[in-house]
T-cell receptor, first 112, second 116 residues
Framework: AQRVTQPEKLLSVFKGAPVELKCNYS??????LFWYVQYSRQRLQLLLR??SRESIKGFTADLNKGETSFHLKKPFAQEEDSAMYYC??????????????FGKGTMLLVSP | NAGVTQTPKFQVLKTGQSMTLQCAQD?????MSWYRQDPGMGLRLIHY???????DQGEVPNGYNVSRSTTEDFPLRLLSAAPSQTSVYFC???????????????FGAGSRLTVL
């Protein structure tokens, strides 16, 4: 079974402060990890995925297989980063389609 | 391109009524799925489809029915609505050209359902 844990329901920081949204997962094989984001009054959208190894809107996330984590980080938070963030995992697709399992989400609030 | 279109945006039902949430995509995506979003529960998969004529159950399928007669459409049917089905429902689609694309989801705007 695959499971995603986001331990924080709410993370509140000031503008310019560093941000780390935690994500831990449980999966026995080689997972794919994603971060999805939902801004107020907007659709859920992909923020980044681990295989791309890219930085989007200043956010990065590194897959740590030893710690089974995929934490989302940004060195300097901006007010427009305020949103609900979901970590998600899918299993190995090589044996057929593996569905996406979402964590419960972390609401990030960035205050001026 | 419209992307993923869901209708209706809002619906109020009485317990025991049935209804269908519509979902259509114009991106020729193979994979489509339905999620429900509840406070403190995140997104949970209800049903999904990997192509026309093929559907499967997700994590919380009870009380819901789906079919996929065309690539474009993936309606979600509530057979006999219950208050526990009060939620926001999201339809999503993705292309299926290999490992990295299958779960790059494009979401609809959501349908907020209240069951009294």
């Amino acid at each position: 079974a695959q499971r995603v844990t986001q331990p924080e329901k709410l993370l509140s920081v000031f503008k310019g402060a560093p941000v780390e949204l935690k994500c831990n997962y449980s999966y026995s094989g080689s997972p794919e990890l994603f971060w999805y984001v939902q801004y107020s009054r907007q659709r859920l959208q992909l923020l980044l995925r681990h295989i791309s190894r890219e930085s989007i809107k200043g956010f990065t996330a590194d897959l740590n297989k030893g710690e089974t984590s995929f934490h989302l980080k940004k060195p300097f938070a901006q007010e427009e980063d305020s949103a609900m963030y979901y970590c998600a995992l899918s299993g190995d697709q090589n044996s057929g389609y593996s569905t996406l399992t979402f964590g419960k989400g972390t609401m990030l609030l960035v205050s001026p | 391109n419209a992307g993923v279109t869901q209708t209706p945006k809002f619906q109020v039902l009485k317990t025991g009524q049935s209804m269908t949430l519509q979902c259509a995509q114009d991106m020729n995506h193979e994979y489509m799925s339905w999620y429900r979003q509840d406070p403190g529960m995140g997104l949970r998969l209800i049903h999904y489809s990997v192509g026309a004529g093929i559907t499967d159950q997700g994590e919380v399928p009870n009380g819901y029915n789906v079919s996929r007669s065309t690539t474009e459409d993936f309606p979600l049917r509530l057979l006999s609505a219950a208050p526990s089905q009060t939620s926001v429902y999201f339809c999503a689609s993705s292309y299926g050209d290999g490992r990295s694309g299958a779960n790059v989801l494009t979401f609809g705007a959501g349908s907020r359902l209240t069951v009294l």
